[in-house]
């Protein structure tokens, strides 16, 4: 991962306080941890004056961080007046989460609320260059932020989700499924290209985040995320956050060298009846033969599976997770990969995690990047965030 430093905005001179700093961002987390509210019961929340909450109230829509809300209140806020609502403007700050990987692009762009605005996808060839990656990437940048209607000095901040090893100093370490891409920096190259801070991590490992934002991990904290595609992938959640360990290699399966693993789904489409071999809906044509009773299909599914929670097993019984997601293009086969997954967990394990399909598709990567700029983006708000110079909030370069 590659880390930013939070340019510090809180030294305080003049008549600039200290502690009306500190009440304008109450007021803020408030407002952004959701919903609408008057005045009073943003007050009593911040545990703040009414009088300093109005201030701060003023200060904040001056800048544009927070805007009166359409829900009408029937109580009163004043003699006479009905309370007016404020609530955070998502619309104050953008991100990016990109996946670039072997095979495509994707690019997104969200708001502050994580509601994607924008989004890019282009193609590769699985043989491209880094200079074409890189120039595809580019492209796919450009072309998210003009569709968001925003310039690169509207965007907050980015994170990147590629596979391989990512090490510490957010390059990449290991990454043999894509040509010359150890030692590429995603975060020097955007953020010399565009000016856009930038944080790098493990696709596999963003796929789990995005699971634990808006997926089937929800209420899990210790989770294992199995990507099954293309290629074969492992991302861990501990504590309800990413674990890369010390050299950004935890849970990479594929490196374990006595386990031919990284295979196991080639070896699968293998058994893909005739002509569908070559289709898009091999692995379904597979587990549509073993339903119809076809030993075959049915002794490689068994084989796969076998493999799968072979190299599965030590991750779970080290974390003793709540949870296996299966990802990637099997999780299609739904049931049909669940349930001999989750037998032989049950058969391996004294204490086995619930088994589930993930249902995200191939955005899982992309939105769990969102999800770790979005994290970057909340920090730096309420770090740097202080009153003006005159009596408005203010960020540098934010809101847009």
């Not at 109450?26 to 009073?40: C, K, Q």
Request: proline share 6%; charged share 20%.
């Amino acid at each position: 991962m590659t880390s930013y430093p939070v340019r510090s905005t809180t030294q305080l001179s003049g008549d600039i306080s200290m502690v009306r700093t500190l009440n304008l961002r109450s007021v803020l987390r408030v407002l952004y941890d959701g919903g609408s509210h008057t005045i009073t019961s943003i007050a009593a929340v911040a545990g703040i004056s009414r009088p300093t909450t109005s201030q701060a109230i003023s200060d904040l829509l001056a800048a544009g961080w927070i805007q009166p809300s359409d829900q009408s209140s029937d109580r009163q806020d004043g003699p006479g007046r009905p309370a007016q609502r404020f609530e955070f403007r998502p619309g104050a700050g953008h991100v990016l989460g990109v996946d670039i990987g072997g095979h495509k692009v994707l690019v997104l762009v969200s708001d502050l609320s994580g509601e994607i605005v924008a989004e890019r996808r282009a193609t590769l060839r699985p043989a491209s260059p880094r200079a074409r990656r890189l120039a595809v990437l580019n492209q796919a940048i450009t072309e998210a932020v003009n569709a968001a209607g925003l310039s690169a000095a509207g965007i907050s901040c980015a994170a990147i989700a590629t596979p391989g090893v990512v090490g510490p100093d957010g390059k990449v370490a290991h990454a043999p499924a894509i040509p010359e891409w150890v030692g590429v920096d995603l975060g020097k190259h955007v953020q010399d290209r565009f000016g856009i801070p930038t944080q790098v991590f493990n696709d596999m490992r963003m796929a789990a985040l995005a699971e634990h934002w808006k997926g089937v991990a929800r209420d899990a904290s210790d989770v294992v995320y199995v990507h099954v595609g293309r290629r074969m992938g492992t991302g861990l959640l501990v504590a309800g956050r990413p674990h890369a360990g010390r050299h950004g290699a935890a849970a990479e399966i594929g490196l374990w060298r006595g386990l031919p693993w990284a295979h196991a789904y080639e070896r699968l489409l293998e058994l893909a009846p005739g002509a569908l071999a070559k289709r898009g809906d091999a692995i379904q044509a597979i587990f549509d033969a073993a339903k119809a009773g076809d030993a075959a299909a049915q002794a490689g599914i068994d084989a796969f599976a076998d493999l799968l929670v072979q190299g599965l097993a030590p991750v779970m019984v080290t974390i003793d997770p709540e949870l296996v997601i299966i990802g990637g293009g099997i999780s299609a086969a739904g049931e049909a990969i669940r349930e001999p997954v989750r037998a032989r967990i049950e058969r391996e394990t004294d204490f086995p995690p619930k088994v589930v399909c993930s249902i995200m598709g191939d955005h899982s990567s992309a939105i769990g990047a969102v999800r770790s700029a979005l994290d970057v983006a909340e920090e730096r708000l309420f770090a740097e965030l202080k009153p003006g110079p005159g009596t408005s909030a203010e960020l540098p370069g934010q809101p847009t």
